[in-house]
């Protein structure tokens, strides 16, 4: 099994920046692409961001710009680096993760969830 655990999440002013983190634990062979999702109650869970094992970065265009994500392959661990965050960037905070147990078996793996809150 494959574990996410986020933290970094909580309650900042518009304009001022917060980082999130996501470690992965637990028996993998290796971890593919790792994933940022928000979701706000009422709504489907959106990818905010995405970043291949070789670093290959997207991001949805309401926060390209501001949000960076980055990993570190050697600790197993995703971030979110917001800056200039927006009260509409208030949402619980999900990571994901394509995580191959066996050099045969892939799946995907979510974290329990993260809340950001921006004030106005």
């Known amino acids: 099994q494959v574990q996410l655990v986020e933290s970094g999440g909580g309650l900042v002013q518009a304009g001022e920046s917060l980082g999130l983190s996501c470690a992965a634990s637990?028996?993998?062979?290796?971890?593919?692409?790792m994933a940022w999702y928000g979701q706000v109650p009422g709504k489907q869970r959106e990818l905010v961001a995405s970043i291949t094992r070789g670093g290959r970065t997207a991001y949805a265009d309401s926060v390209k710009g501001r949000f960076t994500i980055s990993r570190d392959n050697a600790k197993s661990t995703l971030y979110l680096q917001m800056n200039s965050v927006k009260p509409e960037d208030t949402a619980v905070y999900y990571c994901?993760?394509?995580?191959?147990?066996?050099?045969?078996?892939?799946?995907?793996?979510w974290g329990q969830g993260t809340q950001v809150t921006i004030s106005s």
């Open positions: 637990g028996s993998f062979f290796r971890i593919d692409t």
């Open positions: 994901q993760a394509r995580a191959w147990r066996t050099a045969s078996t892939v799946s995907d793996y």
